[in-house]
C-alpha cells in the first residue's frame, strides 16, 4: 500500500502560480511511476502529468505542456506539480496517484491514488 496526501492548492489570480506537494507513505516511493491528474466540475477526471522512477523522463498533457512540472525528490518521498501561468480552466481538484506502469496515462492503471486537492484559478 502507498499513502498519497496531497497539499499547496488554493485560490488564485489567472497568472499566477501554485506548487501541489503529494507526501508519499508506505511502500519505497522510488519504486513507483507517479502522475498528476486533475477533474473540473462536470467533468471527467484528466491526465496532466506524469514522471518515471528517477525523473528523467516526464509527459505532459497538451493543455499543460510548457506551464506545468512534474519533480519527484525520492530521498523525501515527495511529489511536486509547479503550476505557472494559470488559467481558469486549470479549476480543478488536482490528484497525485501512483503507478507500476510506464508512460502510464490513463487512470485505470493508477493503483493508488491522494484525496486531492483543490486549486481555483480566478479571471
Known amino acids: 500500500q502507498v499513502q498519497l496526501v496531497e497539499s499547496g492548492g488554493g485560490l488564485v489570480q489567472a497568472g499566477g502560480s501554485l506548487r501541489l506537494s503529494c507526501a508519499a507513505s508506505?511502500?519505497?516511493?522510488?519504486?513507483?511511476?507517479m502522475g498528476w491528474f486533475r477533474q473540473a466540475p462536470g467533468k471527467e477526471r484528466e491526465f496532466v502529468a506524469y514522471?518515471?522512477?528517477?525523473?528523467?523522463?516526464?509527459y505532459y498533457s497538451d493543455s499543460t505542456k510548457g506551464r506545468f512540472t512534474i519533480s519527484r525528490d525520492n530521498a523525501t518521498s515527495t511529489l511536486y506539480l509547479q503550476m505557472n501561468s494559470l488559467k481558469p480552466e486549470d479549476t480543478a481538484v488536482y490528484y497525485c496517484?501512483?503507478?507500476?506502469?510506464?508512460?502510464?496515462?490513463?487512470?485505470?492503471?493508477?493503483?493508488?491514488w491522494g484525496q486531492g486537492t483543490q486549486v481555483t484559478v480566478s479571471s
Open positions: 508506505g511502500r519505497t516511493f522510488s519504486n513507483y511511476l
Open positions: 514522471i518515471n522512477w528517477g525523473g528523467d523522463n516526464t
Open positions: 496517484a501512483a503507478t507500476k506502469f510506464p508512460g502510464a496515462r490513463k487512470e485505470q492503471a493508477y493503483d493508488y
